[in-house]
């Protein structure tokens, strides 16, 4: 069954650095989406995307935060400048044309230090 | 505004049965459920859009109650592996963002 998958599991780094969280959403898939969980809290949105724009994002997703498909299979959440209430698990799901479900991935535990 | 769901946490013996509920305020298009094990992604169980369409999935059903903009979720004959929480995600068109309530954990015990 296909299947949402995110790399890496887990990414420790420091204040002020930059990551970059990787997705490969359900090959047919056209939306994609990524949200976050800060631990024992509920799942938040954060920004939607479709043909090649941003179709929607949170207050949260403020100017820090970037999100790019770089070619036809991933789909990129970048942090330019981590702070540490970035800590959170990141989800990335996708969504087929047509449907309504959106599929989670595993997510990327985020822990910045 | 975030959907409220209740209970927040419910135990129950195998083969008990529980209900849990996820009211909006505003008009919704969609009610998605999801269940999620410590630690893992969460998982899609079904949705229901408006017109009060009971869906199931398994021994897990749900309903869509329009005019209350609430949805019902029922754990019947539950098994150790309904264990986990439960969230229900809500959007106002086809294909927005979901808008997550805070979860009903539920454990089930042998």
């Given at each position: 069954e296909p299947e949402v998958t995110q790399t890496p599991s887990h990414q420790v780094t420091q204040m002020g650095q930059e990551v970059i969280l990787r997705c490969v959403p359900?090959?047919?898939?056209l939306y994609f989406y990524w949200y976050r969980q800060i631990l024992g809290q509920k799942v938040e949105f954060l920004v939607s995307f479709y043909n090649n724009e941003i179709s929607e994002k949170s207050?949260?997703?403020?100017?820090q935060f970037s999100v790019e498909?770089?070619?036809?299979s991933n789909f990129t959440l970048k942090i330019r400048s981590t702070k540490l209430e970035d800590s959170a698990m990141y989800f990335c799901a996708s969504r087929g044309e047509g449907a309504y479900e959106q599929y989670f991935g595993p997510g990327t535990r985020l822990t910045v230090t | 505004q975030q959907p409220v769901q209740s209970p927040q946490a419910v135990i129950l013996r195998e083969g008990e049965d529980a209900v849990i509920n996820c009211s909006s305020s505003k008009a919704l298009y969609s009610v998605h459920w999801y269940r999620q094990k410590h630690g893992e992604a969460p998982v899609f169980l079904m949705i229901l859009l408006k017109g009060g369409e009971q869906k199931g999935h398994e021994k897990i059903s749900a309903s869509f109650n329009e005019k209350k903009q609430q949805s019902s979720l029922y754990l019947t004959a539950?098994?150790?592996?309904?264990?986990g929480t439960y969230f229900c995600g809500t959007n106002k068109a086809a294909g927005n963002k979901l808008t997550f309530g805070g979860g009903t954990r539920v454990l089930v015990k042998p």
């Open positions: 359900i090959s047919n898939h207050e949260i997703f403020d100017d498909r770089p070619d036809g | 539950s098994q150790l592996s309904y264990s």
